[in-house]
């Protein structure tokens, strides 16, 4: 007998008495909730309240494994980790329930775990419940961090998808936290950890959360540890984007993207890139576009990535949800003053690629001296050898070769005489007069009969010698002091010693002339060393200019060309849309058809009972479920067409049962 409860029939679990929940929105009928691959139903302790119930999972046939008892055992441990509670499971097998099974053939390997209340986020989606902030931020760093506890376990959900995330304290008043996580993960036997065995059937991801990349697939299949990447990144995004009313009006359905525009430049990618930037922040737009430009989940951000920028968004101050100004934001530091007699500044913590970015604007604004601090900063923080390095000692180079620009005119020497007579020259007529004095000195005491002269005559004999006018030298004094000797000195040593001073100072002066020599020839040398680093940053400078010229014909071309792939490829989506919006119309138009089907067999059905035609009611009933079990996700929305279903169930499973007039 297949299992078909109605509220408040008792069942007995492993020796526990429990009685079947009723659902809240359909009085009269048990609260069963169907699945992708069982349907689950709330069980209620006898002696215990609505915080003991319990969820027990009947696996439709295809599903029902033995695995899943050695499975539960593994996955027992992980039911301490945050949003993993249903991972406390008992499985009902023929050694422990073996009655139960026999009364209920639907319970082979059905699983008792606990009961998490609350609404999933398809249901929020699918309702367009709008959500304030700070309940976005919440839902948001909630699944971030569950997700984060599990890739650091090495696990992964494999089938995350709105039906399969819970919202237990999401508006709901009687929730405690009590330390307990505000996100739930349900549908768990699809769960990666290396100490699990493969499941027998994979699923390749949920409407509106599967990549549209096929290599997201490849290889291991959508079964190891990072398969939630893509899915959660995607509903991180709507969690923090759900409350922002475009994002509402431009909702898809139970899912915000359209399953057939996944991983495609769409207006609601677009948009919703533009709404995570500005309510929180560029970073979480890069993950966002990071994960949707991925060609594979491994270059998607981990949830630990999503944890850190969401918990740096936290809406305690709204101001801290707007984008804030790039420039205002950006502290300063004092730099220099130029020639305008202005301070300007340069900002700080910034890395070398957006220093850079930032002087060549100060540069093609025409702050040159902004602009070179800023390479040079920049030039300060790059690693040397690469390639922004060398960039940027031409940048700088180039800048320095500008400020001070090579000139090929020698500098003007005031005119002077002594540009016509150099100083070597003067040194020797000075060297020559002191030589002549000297020898008529000597001759005047070497002249035999001639008395010793005084100082007087002395004097007189040692007048300055005037120099010849083609010399054109100054007129110049030179002082020589020759000492008088008394008569006892012999005249030849007197020779001797002055011939020996004279040999001396010329000696002195030679010596002074080499020095000069040299002081000339090292000023000269720097000079053309100095001229010749003029011109070499000259020439750099202006290979830079080429550089640069060639990049900027090389970007603008390649941003013609991406222009002109996005015009195409919006081009593309327009159709896709009008395609899209054509089938939802024949979708539409087709489930109205059946739902007037629907009522029409149960009518027949409930008709031909009354009159006592129990194969005919049969025959219909099963005509009504063929019709319902097609979209089965859909119909059951309808609580009328639901109700109908299952009292066509009961109907089917138990002759005596008969219809209520719906």
């Not at 699918?126 to 902030?133: F, V």
């Not at 495609?264 to 990618?269: D, G, L, N, P, V």
């Not at 920049?378 to 390095?389: E, K, T």
Request: proline letters at 7%.
């Amino acid at each position: 007998m297949s299992f078909q409860p109605n509220p408040g029939d008792e069942i007995n679990i492993s020796r526990q008495k429990y009685l079947v929940g009723q659902h809240p929105a359909a009085p009269g009928m048990a609260y069963a909730q169907a699945g992708r691959q069982g349907t689950v139903y709330k069980l209620i302790p006898e002696h215990g309240d609505e915080d003991e119930a319990k969820a027990l999972k009947i696996f439709y046939p295809k599903y029902r494994n033995p695995a899943l008892v050695y499975q539960s055992e593994i996955m027992e441990v992980f039911s301490s980790l945050p949003g993993l509670k249903v991972c406390s499971r008992l499985v009902i097998t023929p050694e422990t329930n073996g009655a139960l099974i026999a009364q209920y053939p639907d319970m082979l390997y059905a699983v008792l775990m606990p009961w998490v209340d609350g609404s999933t986020w398809m249901d929020v989606l699918a309702h367009r419940d709008q959500l304030t902030l700070v309940e976005s931020w919440e839902l948001a760093r909630g699944l971030a961090a569950v997700g984060s506890s599990m890739e650091q376990k090495g696990l992964a959900h494999c089938d995350l998808s709105s039906p399969n995330v819970l919202l237990p304290g999401w508006r709901n008043p009687n929730y405690a936290a009590d330390g307990s996580s505000s996100i739930e993960l349900v549908d768990v036997e699809q769960l990666y950890s290396p100490r699990l065995d493969p499941p027998d059937i994979n699923f390749t991801g949920s409407p509106g959360y599967a990549s549209g990349q096929p290599v997201h697939r490849s290889s291991g299949g959508p079964w190891h540890a990072y398969a939630d990447r893509f899915a959660g990144a995607i509903i991180l995004a709507e969690m923090l984007s759900w409350s922002d009313p475009r994002i509402l009006a431009e909702a898809w359905g139970e899912s915000y993207f359209d399953p057939d525009e996944m991983q495609t430049q769409s207006t609601r990618y677009e948009l919703m890139a533009s709404s995570l930037e500005a309510n929180w922040g560029k970073g979480a737009a890069e993950l966002f576009v990071r994960a949707w430009h991925s060609d594979d989940v491994r270059n998607c951000p981990t949830f630990g990535e999503w944890l850190v920028v969401i918990s740096m968004a936290a809406p305690e101050d709204p101001k801290k949800l707007s984008t804030p100004d790039p420039v205002q934001s950006i502290p300063v530091i004092p730099s220099i003053a130029t020639e305008d007699h202005q301070v300007y500044e340069i900002p700080a913590f910034l890395t070398a690629h957006e220093l850079v970015e930032w002087a060549r604007g100060q540069e093609e604004a025409g702050n040159k001296e902004l602009a070179l601090e800023g390479y040079r900063k920049a030039l300060a923080d790059s690693p040397p050898g690469g390639d922004l390095y060398t960039e940027l000692s031409v940048a700088v180079q180039g800048l320095i070769a500008v400020q001070a620009p090579l000139t090929t005119e020698e500098p003007k020497a005031p005119v002077s005489s002594l540009r016509r007579v150099p100083k070597r020259r003067l040194w020797l007529y000075a060297g020559a007069a002191l030589l002549v004095l000297l020898t008529c000195a000597i001759l005047v005491y070497a002249l035999p009969g001639n008395s010793k002269p005084g100082d007087a005559s002395i004097a007189h004999s040692l007048e300055p010698v005037k120099q010849p006018a083609a010399a054109a030298t100054p007129k110049t004094t030179i002082p020589v002091q020759i000492p008088v000797k008394s008569p006892a000195v012999n005249q030849d040593q007197q020779a001797e010693q002055a011939k020996a001073e004279a040999e001396a100072k010329a000696a002195k002066l030679e010596e002074e002339r080499k020095k000069q020599e040299e002081a000339k020839k090292k000023a000269e040398l720097e000079k053309q060393k100095e001229a010749q680093e003029k011109y070499d940053r000259q020439l750099q400078y202006e290979k830079y200019l080429i550089w640069k010229k060639e990049r900027d014909e090389r970007l603008a071309k390649e941003a013609a060309e991406k222009k002109k792939a996005d015009a195409a490829r919006k081009a593309k989506l327009e159709q896709q849309k009008r395609e899209n919006e054509q089938k939802a119309r024949i979708l539409a138009a087709k489930r109205d058809e059946q739902i007037i089907k629907l009522n029409a067999s149960f009518n027949q059905a409930y008709n031909a009972l009354k009159t006592g035609s129990n194969d005919v009611a049969k025959a219909y009933a099963w005509q009504f479920l063929d019709i319902y079990s097609q979209d089965s996700g859909y119909f059951s929305k309808n609580a009328k067409l639901a109700k109908r279903a299952a009292s066509l169930k009961k109907f089917l499973a138990k002759n005596s049962v008969g219809l209520p007039d719906i």
